[in-house]
Each structure stands twice: as structure tokens, then as C-alpha cells.
């Protein structure tokens, strides 16, 4: 069956690190992956796509990498701020797939 | 800000007791998509809706039922509660039900059942 891992332990960084969450994913082969932000008791909110054919996607601080041979999505912040502590999704999608599978998170803890 | 937004925001019932949650999608969203998470999880796929028709469906009971109206709102219906179906529910709305569009989740209703 499909499966997504995210690390579910907390990840703890010092402010102005680069966080990296990772997002594996098995018997799976999406077209999409996606990255939202979740905040305690929040929805979760979209930050970045990538597709299959893209490599590697940018935006302000954040940049995701997509290695559909590892099966493997990489997640960065860089220059981390306390603002940045919550917990991240990651979710891959098929073509035509009707909804989006989410892994269980990655609590991220940016310590100032 | 998504402009998804979901009612009530919490809200307690008894075992065997039946709830209605509504969604109202962002304006010119035609789908809505409901998702079930509970404490420490990642959320799950129940169903989701396109033009007023359920577009698919995820690994859940048919005491799981919703609705779309013609204005593109929603609402998720579960009978016969369970403990277990306690839970924080999202709705999230996209331009249409094509992959790929980035989806836009409300703040969620949080019901506990007791």
C-alpha cells in the first residue's frame, strides 16, 4: 500500500540555520508533491508545489527538491526564523488522483 | 487568509448522535474536499465534491455524507458517532478538480465526541 514517512520526531534548529525536513514516499509514483504549513489548532496552508519533471523549486527562503528515483521530497528553510516553528506536510499526488495524501508531519522547533 | 471558511469551530456530541459541518469554498471554487485529522496525523481524504456531485471518495464508512449547493458550499454530515470520530475536520476548495491546483483549506471544525 502507499505509504509517505516524515520524520516524526521534532526537529530542533537554532535561528538563522537551515532547516531540512525530508518526505519519503513508497509504492507511490506522483506527479505532484506538495508542502503546507500547519499551526496548532489551524489549517494547513499551501507553500510550494513541485512536479515530477522539476528538480528543484524556490521561493523567498524556502526551496523543495524532487528526486523521483529516491522516491524522496526535500524540504529547506533556510536562515530559520522563531516564526517558522510549526509543523510541515508534505503530500504527493497523482495525475487525476482526486485528493491529496498526506504524510503525518514534521514539527519543526526554531530556537531563537 | 484563504477564504474557506468552515462553521462551527467547535463543538461537542454524544455517541450515536448525528453532526452536520459546513464549508463555504473560496469565491469561484467549484470543489470542495473534506478531511479528517486527528491529534498527531496527517489529514485523510473523505470525499470530495465537484459541481454538486461527489468526485471521489476515501476509506470511510457511508455514515459519511455530504453535500454541495449550487453556490458551491458544503456540508459534511456524519451519523451514528463514533469516540473515534473525533477529530478536527477540513474543507478545502480548488478552482476546479483538476491535479495539480494548489488547494486552500478553512480553519477546521473540532469535534469532540463523548
Known amino acids: 500500500s502507499q505509504k509517505i514517512e516524515q520524520n516524526s520526531e521534532a526537529l530542533n534548529i537554532q535561528e538563522g540555520k537551515t532547516a531540512t525536513l525530508t518526505c519519503n514516499y513508497t509504492n507511490y509514483s506522483p506527479a505532484y508533491l506538495q508542502w503546507y504549513r500547519q499551526d496548532p489548532g489551524r489549517g494547513p496552508v499551501f507553500l510550494l508545489l513541485?512536479?515530477?519533471?522539476?528538480k528543484e523549486k524556490r521561493k523567498e527562503r524556502l526551496k523543495v527538491t524532487f528526486d523521483t528515483t529516491l522516491k524522496q521530497s526535500l524540504f529547506h528553510i533556510t536562515a530559520s526564523q522563531p516564526a517558522d516553528s510549526a509543523t510541515y506536510l508534505c503530500a504527493p499526488l497523482g495525475t487525476g488522483r482526486r485528493a491529496l495524501t498526506f504524510g503525518s508531519g514534521t514539527r519543526l522547533q526554531v530556537q531563537p | 487568509e484563504t477564504g474557506v471558511t468552515q462553521s462551527p469551530t467547535h463543538l461537542i456530541k454524544t455517541r450515536g448522535q448525528q453532526v452536520t459541518l459546513r464549508c463555504s469554498s473560496q469565491s469561484g471554487h467549484n470543489t470542495v474536499s473534506w478531511y479528517q485529522q486527528a491529534l498527531g496525523q496527517g489529514p485523510q481524504f473523505i470525499f470530495q465534491?465537484?459541481?454538486?456531485?461527489?468526485?471521489g471518495r476515501g476509506n470511510f464508512p457511508p455514515r459519511f455524507s455530504g453535500l454541495q449547493f449550487p453556490n458551491y458550499s458544503s456540508e459534511l454530515n456524519v451519523n451514528a458517532l463514533e469516540l473515534d470520530d473525533s477529530a478536527l475536520y477540513l474543507c478545502?476548495?480548488?478552482?476546479?478538480?483538476?491535479?495539480?491546483?494548489?488547494?486552500?483549506f478553512g480553519e477546521g471544525s473540532w469535534l469532540t465526541v463523548v
Open positions: 513541485i512536479r515530477e519533471n522539476e
Open positions: 465534491y465537484y459541481r454538486e456531485e461527489e468526485n
Open positions: 478545502a476548495s480548488s478552482p476546479d478538480r483538476s491535479s495539480g491546483n494548489t488547494i486552500y
